[in-house]
T-cell receptor, first 112, second 111 residues
Framework: DQQVKQNSPSLSVQEGRISILNCDYTNSMFDYFLWYKKYPAEGPTFLISISSIKDKNEDGRFTVFLNKSAKHLSLHIVPSQPGDSAVYFCAAREGNTGKLIFGQGTTLQVKP | NAGVTQTPKFQVLKTGQSMTLQCAQDMNHNSMYWYRQDPGMGLRLIYYSASEGTTDKGEVPNGYNVSRLNKREFSLRLESAAPSQTSVYFC??????????FGPGTRLTVT
């Protein structure tokens, strides 16, 4: 039973437009949510996080929104750039163990 | 700083062979992790070590063993490789327990 789900395997957007990546979770005990970015043949790199007590966190072109009642979070990238093309993983931290649970990933393609 | 390093980068094994994947970090982190990444499955935790001297099972530990050799190094051993263990393996470390730093990965094929 997957506790963190990314239901869209892929997303394609035009350069300069907004990219919205979505993630759903089932466990109310997660205390932090994170987004990681992964290029081919490299390890994932941390992008942005949000505490479960917040509903928004912004860092430059990247904003993460958390809707706890819907158990849903999203990553907005504005404006999207070709260099943003990568696989994006959503992850949630178990508050009691500190372990991260990852979603399946969404492949973002930003077209010039 | 090299961050998190993993060796080897690529490996091909025959069914039943054994091997050890090596991981080292130079960030003085307490916690280290081993994940596998399979298509459509995301990253799944195999084993982790919250601190030197401790190890715990993750989501998919069967067929693997780990050793936290010291604070820097955390190795993953496959005693008898199976085709189902064909995957990309990532090691990670953290001090804050949520922002994990990942190595470049080891691509393992078991035939």
């Amino acid at each position: 039973d997957q506790q963190v789900k990314q239901n869209s395997p892929s997303l394609s957007v035009q350069e300069g437009r907004i990219s919205i990546l979505n993630c759903d979770y089932t466990n109310s005990m997660f205390d932090y949510f994170l987004w990681y970015k992964k290029y081919p043949a490299e390890g994932p790199t941390f992008l942005i996080s949000i505490s479960s007590i917040k509903d928004k966190n912004e860092d430059g072109r990247f904003t993460v929104f958390l809707n706890k009642s819907a158990k849903h979070l999203s990553l907005h990238i504005v404006p999207s750039q070709p260099g943003d093309s990568a696989v994006y993983f959503c992850a949630a931290r178990e508050g009691n163990t500190g372990k991260l649970i990852f979603g399946q990933g969404t492949t973002l393609q930003v077209k010039p | 700083n090299a961050g998190v390093t993993q060796t080897p980068k690529f490996q091909v094994l025959k069914t039943g062979q054994s091997m050890t994947l090596q991981c080292a970090q130079d960030m003085n982190h307490n916690s280290m992790y081993w994940y596998r990444q399979d298509p459509g499955m995301g990253l799944r935790l195999i084993y982790y070590s919250a601190s030197e001297g401790t190890t715990d099972k993750g989501e998919v530990p069967n067929g693997y063993n780990v050793s936290r050799l010291n604070k820097r190094e955390f190795s993953l051993r496959l005693e008898s490789a199976a085709p189902s263990q064909t995957s990309v393996y990532f090691c990670a470390s953290t001090e804050l327990s949520y922002e994990q730093y990942f190595g470049p990965g080891t691509r393992l094929t078991v035939t």
